[in-house]
Every structure is written in C-alpha cells, then in structure tokens.
C-alpha cells in the first residue's frame, strides 16, 4: 500500500501526559498536512509543510501542540500536558504539485486519540 | 459565522432517488472547491473538484454560484454504497494550502 500510513492508529492517555504521533506520507509528496476531525465535524487544519519547512500554522496549535518535519519525509505531531478537550481524531494528509497541481490532498487513516 | 456551512442533515433517501446537497461559503476570494466524501470511521477522499462552469461525473454534478458563494452538489440514481458524509470544502487563499471543511452532510440510502 503506497497511502498516507499513521502509528499508531489509536492512542489512548491520561490527561496531562504527551503524546507523539506519526505520519508518513505519500513517498513523492512534498507537501504534508495535519489537521484535527472531532464527532460529526469537518477536519480542520492545523498545519502545513512544504519539504521540511513549516509554512502554515492555525490557531488552533497551541503552545502544546508541535509539529516537525526533520527530513521532509515522515512528519510527527507531539501534544504535551494533554487534556480532555485534545481528543479527537488527527488526520494526517499529503499532495504534490505535480498531482492534479497539488489541489487534492490524500489523507491518512488518522489517529484516534482518547484523553481520560 | 462558519466559513463554510452546510445543513448536516442527516437525508435518508431510497435507492434510486435523486439526492442534492448545498453549501455556502464566507470568503468571497476562495480560489477552489472540492467535494470530499467520508465513510463512517475513515478518512476523507476526494469526490471530485468544482468548476465555474459546473462540472459532472458519472451520476454527479457539482455546480459553484460565486455570486451567492454557493456550492452545490446533485447524486443521481443513488446506489446503496453512496451513503457516507458528504463534505463540502474551500480552499480560501490563494497561494496558501489549508483546506476549510464544512461540517459535512450525513447521507443514507435505503433499499
């Protein structure tokens, strides 16, 4: 399978705990996506890298929240001092220009986060 | 007020059955728009791009009104495997790459 993979899948924590997530994403991909899906909501973004540079960051990332993308290959998104409100699903998604000129993104099966 | 609003339904439509979904959006200087489909527990996937000039595919049409900043999708001859949430979706600046959801549109359909 040559998709966007995620690890873990699921992720359960206690509240203040860190979490670390990773994405891989589609092999040619430059650019890599994270956002956040809780119930019945659309996902929403949180951040945006082009190779190993971090381009784009919503205001919804926290001072908790970072993400990296050390190599411009696979990325992680770590949340410190987790808390109930962090439990969602986060998605992880990947584009090229060169693929329908970089407007579709392929996402990843996600990972679900729990917060006790 | 959202970016981008859609009625969340959920619509609960026979096989068969022509089903339309609409959306509405708040930046008027949005450049594309998309319509993303989700199965229940997966992730997003394309369904297709919307153009100016409307667009079909197989048994759907998506039409963009930028005047009312309206998007618009029509399923035709629904089959058992369309149900899924339906999301609309804007990119809102040009040059920039995040993707602004809507809160998607429930869809079921019964044989």
């Known amino acids: 399978d040559t998709g966007v993979s995620q690890d873990p899948r699921h992720k359960i924590t206690k509240r203040g705990q860190n979490v670390t997530f990773r994405c891989d994403p589609i092999s040619e991909h430059n650019r890599l996506y994270w956002y956040r899906q809780t119930l019945g909501q659309g996902p929403e973004f949180l951040t945006y890298?082009?190779?190993?540079?971090?381009?784009?960051k919503s205001r919804l990332l926290s001072d908790r929240f970072s993400a990296e993308r050390p190599k411009g290959s696979f990325s992680t998104l770590e949340i410190q001092r987790t808390e109930q409100g962090d439990s969602a699903m986060y998605l992880c998604a990947s584009s090229s220009r060169r693929t329908s000129g970089g407007t579709e993104q392929f996402f990843g099966p996600g990972t679900r986060l729990t917060v006790l | 007020r959202k970016e981008v609003e859609q009625d969340p339904g959920p619509f609960n439509v026979p096989e068969g059955a022509t089903v339309a979904f609409n959306c509405t959006y708040s930046n008027s200087a949005s450049q594309s728009f998309f319509w993303y489909r989700q199965d229940c527990r997966k992730e997003p996937k394309l369904l297709m791009s919307?153009?100016?000039s409307g667009n079909e595919d197989g048994r759907f049409t998506a039409q963009l009104n930028r005047a009312s900043q309206y998007i618009s999708l029509l399923i035709r001859d629904s089959k058992l495997s369309d149900s899924a949430t339906y999301l609309c979706v804007v990119n809102p600046i040009q040059g920039a790459q995040k993707l602004v959801f809507g809160q998607g549109t429930r869809l079921t359909i019964n044989p």
């Open positions: 890298f082009q190779n190993e540079a971090q381009l784009e």
């Open positions: 919307v153009y100016s």
